[in-house]
């Protein structure tokens, strides 16, 4: 079956309660999408440009009606994140937020992390 309707067309349609072609399909790609382009795990985790590549390769390929990207939250607020060349990050030496010490933190400028 083709496609009628751009994903974008297709969710107005549902949110409007209107007819659409077909039920909307997404799927949270993760480290699978590093595969579509052969690169690491580790290189599409700490690298935004690989990550953001392999990611649209993977909704093309898949076609997907939405996708997105995530971060590790709290690498970026100290924890230490180790990358593994074909595995999921995890994280080695996690935050202890008790007490004060959330406002001690230090957060990264978003800009240049």
Do not use: C, W
Not at 1 to 29: C, G, Q, V, W
Not at 37 to 60: C, L
């Amino acid at each position: 079956m083709i496609d009628s309707m751009t994903p974008k067309e297709r969710l107005k349609a549902i949110a409007e309660n209107r007819p659409y072609d077909r039920i909307p399909h997404a799927f949270a790609l993760g480290d699978a999408a590093s595969r579509v382009t052969g690169i690491k795990v580790s290189e599409f985790h700490q690298d935004a440009k690989k990550q953001i590549d392999a990611t649209v390769a993977a909704y093309r390929a898949y076609g997907l009606d939405s996708i997105s990207v995530g971060i590790p939250i709290q690498e970026v607020l100290g924890a230490k994140v180790n990358y593994p060349d074909y595995s999921t990050p995890f994280i080695s030496d996690p935050l202890n937020l008790e007490g004060d010490l959330l406002e001690s933190i230090a957060i990264e400028d978003p800009k240049t992390h």
